[in-house]
């Protein structure tokens, strides 16, 4: 990599997506500068370490963002929309993880190994993709280049509980130590119903059409990251006890008729995905959360031939949320900057 030296803010520093951020800018040898950390005023005066190196975490004020190169946001949206235009007035390029700019046609969405050419925009925003969104286009993409575009989608995810931070994993772990000692559950904080040994078919509020608003990023995050604006996808959004790395199945169809061997070659053949697909051998292969959990890569397996839809594929992709669907994405992104 031949960047000169950059001063990195990342906005949500002591956050599961901002830990994650740090390892990734350490392992990728990203060139900085300077490491500007800042949380909540909860964080602040907190020490983290970068490269060997104590740093103090800062209060995020409206201030914070001066001499800043490239301002990476992982604080929730709504802590995007009030200090991501600050970031930017102080001449920042911000990388934003949530949600809050991802829909605006001036800020462009990307996952760099898709579509790292996409238009810069005015907005001095760039957008990360939602995690489930990017860990499915991952395997999705390939095939929709092999296979004359991808037309439709039909998906159901299992996502793990620390795609709600470190919240989530807090409710799972309290619920199954109160199980196991034969204890009342604890409150609830994060999820709707108990997550402990139990699936929940909600992530996300509820929209008017019966989806949540999780499964329809799948939709239109999908459009606008492929250039598909007719591209149609009806997802079912799953939490499941899982502590990392969300998994999707899903059934595609394309334009022309898919072939599975095609296929394998054409995921294989693409940066940052790969197959795992052996069902046949003594051991069946195929991934699982645990084998993607602090890789980089995307996993792919259960390549078939659809038997209810025309020139379609089922298969399932699993990949480490809080890490290419968050963390490694938005350090990808920084540097093709
Ligand atoms: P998290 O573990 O709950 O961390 C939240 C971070 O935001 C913490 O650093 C927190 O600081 C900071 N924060 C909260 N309120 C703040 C405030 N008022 N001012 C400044 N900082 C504040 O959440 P996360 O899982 O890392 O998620 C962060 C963002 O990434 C969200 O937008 C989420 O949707 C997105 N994302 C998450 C995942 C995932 O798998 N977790 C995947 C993709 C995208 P304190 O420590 O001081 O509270």
Known sequence: MSQSPKHLAIAGATGAVGIEILKCLEQRDFPVSQLTLLASARSAGKKLTFRGEEIEVKELTPDSFEGVDIALFSAGGGISETFAPHAVAAGAIVVDNSSAFRMQEDVPLIVPEINPGDAPGTSGIIANPNCTTIVSLMALNPMH????????????????????????????????????????????????????????????????????????KMHFEGQKILHAPDLKASVTCVRVPVYRSHAVSITAVFNDKPDVAAARAAIDAAPGVRVVDNPFADTPEFPTPLDCTDGDDCLVGRIREDLVLDNALTFWVVGDQVRKGAALNAVQIAELL
């Open 145 to 216: 280049k092999a296979f004359g575009g991808i037309k439709s989608i039909i998906a159901s995810s299992y996502q793990a509980v620390s795609g709600s931070g470190a919240q989530g994993i807090a409710e799972l772990e309290a619920q199954v130590d109160a199980i196991a000692k034969g204890e009342p559950l604890p409150d609830r904080n994060v999820y709707p119903c108990q997550i402990a040994f139990n699936v929940i078919p909600q992530v996300d509020k509820f929209q008017e059409n019966g989806y949540t608003k999780e499964e329809m």
